[in-house]
């Protein structure tokens, strides 16, 4: 079945790092990925989609410059946390689809701890 | 926001059919219903969709009403391994926003 990789699966770093986060389809192309952010105990947020070859879009509330996005081929899309701050330790999770209205599949997401 | 509303808990015994259900009264016709579960510090993972018909696959059944104003997720024979927070979705595209879901906890 569909797989999605993502990497690194965990990040401890100290305050004031950028972070860059990869998602990978591995077995399709997907011309559309998205990004989560789950806190503990809560459920998953939306946080923006990717699209290949043009600008993410993104949520309402989520700043685009601290979150840099990058949609560069069909298989990959990269998450930077720009100069991440302990309010930033998260957990981050990514997902793509083949076509629209398919299911998404998730990657097992990369836990962001900042320090 | 999610649009649909579930139970925020249920348990169920192990070897039981586990049924978990789904209000999305506002569905819009082309919007499909969807099940993820999530484990423990995993990312979602995909269990069954459908749009009107009743849908079956080697994990689950998805039972949809006919005003497809709600829907009930089966799972015929629960495991220990099937504790989890299980999400109902609807949606039209790839857009996929979670509700708070049903943290199902399957007792031996």
């Known amino acids: 079945g569909a797989v999605v990789s993502q990497h690194p699966s965990r990040v401890i770093c100290k305050s004031g790092t950028s972070v860059k986060i990869e998602c990978r389809s591995l077995d399709f192309q997907a011309t559309t990925m998205f990004w989560y952010r789950q806190f503990p105990k809560q459920s998953l947020m939306l946080m923006a989609t990717s699209n290949e070859g043009s600008k993410a879009t993104y949520e309402q509330g989520v700043e685009k410059d601290k979150f840099l996005i990058n949609h560069a081929s069909l298989t990959l899309s990269t998450l930077t946390v720009t100069s991440a701050h302990p309010e930033d330790s998260s957990f981050y999770i990514c997902s793509a689809a083949q076509k629209a209205a398919q299911p998404q599949h998730f990657g097992d997401g990369t836990r962001l701890s900042i320090l | 926001d999610a649009k649909t509303t579930q139970p925020p808990s249920m348990d169920c015994a192990e070897g039981r059919a586990a049924n978990l259900p789904c209000n999305h009264s506002?569905?819009?016709?082309?919007?499909?219903v969807y099940w993820y579960r999530q484990i423990h510090s995993q990312g979602p993972q995909y269990i069954i969709h459908?749009?009107?018909n009743n849908e079956t696959n080697e994990m689950a059944s998805l039972i949809i009403t006919e005003d497809r104003k709600s829907s009930t997720l089966i799972l015929p024979h629960a495991t220990l391994r099937d504790t989890a927070v299980y999400y109902c979705?609807?949606?039209?595209?790839?857009?996929?926003?979670f509700g708070a879901g049903t943290r199902l906890t399957v007792k031996p």
């Open positions: 459908g749009l009107k």
């Open positions: 979705i609807v949606s039209n595209n790839n857009d996929m926003r």
């Open positions: 506002t569905i819009s016709g082309n919007e499909y």
